[in-house]
């Protein structure tokens, strides 16, 4: 199965095709690649659009939230295969959001993101660098 390593700046995203067995809480379909549904959650709707053009590339389907509450009401109806989380939303931050999710669905893989946190941010989710 084919993943994409992608970086956002400012200029540019940097898109790179990388192979790797599996996605945790994903399993492909017997000699077949498997479409993995997203939930993005992301304030910044240019940086949004670009992560999911990008993935749509590789032939994923993701939806976008831009508030942490619309993220959590979409999980509500819906389960993606996994979450894509920006740390730094408004009202509501990554944090919390995460914090949510887990408290309803301890399986479901999210992936955490963001350009601008801070080292308190970053070990309030219990990421090390």
């Known amino acids: 199965m084919a993943f994409l390593y992608i970086r956002v700046t400012r200029k540019r995203v940097t898109r790179k095709k990388i192979s790797y067995p599996r996605m945790i809480g994903c399993r492909p379909r017997v000699g077949a690649e498997r479409l993995v549904k997203l939930l993005l959650i992301e304030d910044d709707e240019h940086v949004a659009q670009m992560l999911a053009e990008a993935f749509a590339s590789g032939g994923h389907e993701t ?20 979450v894509m989380l920006d740390v ?22 999210v992936i955490i993101m963001t350009g601008l946190a801070t080292a308190g941010e970053v070990a309030e989710v219990g990421v090390s660098e």
Not at 63 to 82: F, N, W
Not at 99 to 107: A, C, F, M, N, V
């Open 88 to 109: 730094r939303l408004p009202v509501l931050n990554g944090v919390a959001v995460l914090r949510q999710i887990r408290s309803t669905d301890s399986t479901l893989p």
């Open 63 to 82: 939806t976008i939230r831009y508030t942490g509450e619309d993220g959590l009401a979409y999980l509500a109806r819906e389960r993606p295969d996994a």
